[in-house]
């Protein structure tokens, strides 16, 4: 059972170019988690999705950011017009089917991103 | 809301040295506790965790006892080898709304050397 991956590991995007982070969840598991980590710093909660639904988006900056977790194909979270600071990693957890509060979420390796 | 504060890093350790990494939080509710290690280039990997008071988490020689009288949750390992070296996270889970989140401390990292 392959665990969560998550592609490109590693991403360069010049300021203004759009970016796009992929992540396919661990099977079996139909909900995704995308966190951000800026360096020197824990991870942040970024946006939670089930299949075609986004549940909470709280963490997501209000512009140029965007996920979407479609009913085939990995969930995808897409940067657009990237600038500096957008340079972090970016980790993409998964989880099974509700399962209440003690469910583990998997991480993926992350894709890290610098913008140049 | 929320937070989770670990002690400062970088630490440095000899091989087979005493380890203790300290995480208090600060959370309404009864959350659950963990201990996340990143090794270099890696993602996270769940280490160990605690669901309520008093439980003890263990894992690979690790330990974490969830003491919600000081809301620590401080990891620990008797003997520590090379190849622990990583960043460290701890982590919580509240049991309320928004209970898939997690909240991250910063990370220590530690280096162990031979």
């Known amino acids: 059972n392959a665990g969560v991956m998550q592609n490109p590991r590693h991403l360069v995007r010049r300021r203004g170019q759009e970016a796009r982070l992929r992540c396919s969840p661990m099977?079996?598991?139909?909900?995704v988690y995308w966190y951000r980590q800026l360096p020197e710093e824990g991870l942040k909660f970024m946006v939670y999705?089930?299949?075609?639904?986004?549940?909470?988006e709280s963490g997501m900056p209000k512009e140029r950011f965007s996920a979407e977790f479609p009913k085939e194909g990995p969930s995808i979270l897409r940067i657009q017009q990237v600038v500096r600071g957008d340079s972090a990693a970016y980790f993409c957890?998964?989880?099974?089917?509700?399962?209440?509060?003690?469910?583990?979420?998997?991480f993926g390796q992350g894709t890290r991103l610098t913008v140049v | 809301g929320d937070s989770v504060t670990q002690m400062e890093g970088p630490v440095t350790l000899s091989e087979e040295a005493f380890l203790t990494i300290n995480c208090t939080y600060t959370?309404?509710?009864?959350?659950?506790l963990f201990w996340y290690v990143q090794y270099p280039g890696e993602g996270l990997q769940l280490l160990l965790k605690?669901?309520?008071?008093?439980d003890k988490g263990s894992n690979k020689g690790f330990e974490a006892t969830y003491r919600k009288e000081t809301t620590s949750f401080h990891l620990e390992k008797g003997s520590v080898q090379v190849s622990d070296s990583a960043v460290y996270f701890c982590?919580?889970?509240?049991?309320?709304?928004?209970?898939?989140?997690?909240?991250f401390g910063k990370g220590t990292k530690l280096s162990v050397i031979p």
């Open positions: 957890a998964s989880s099974p089917p509700d399962g209440g509060g003690n469910t583990e979420a998997f």
């Open positions: 099977k079996g598991h139909s909900h």
């Open positions: 999705l089930q299949k075609e639904n986004i549940i909470d």
């Open positions: 959370a309404t509710g009864y959350p659950s």
């Open positions: 605690a669901t309520k008071a008093d």
């Open positions: 982590a919580l889970r509240n049991s309320g709304a928004g209970s898939y989140q997690l909240t």
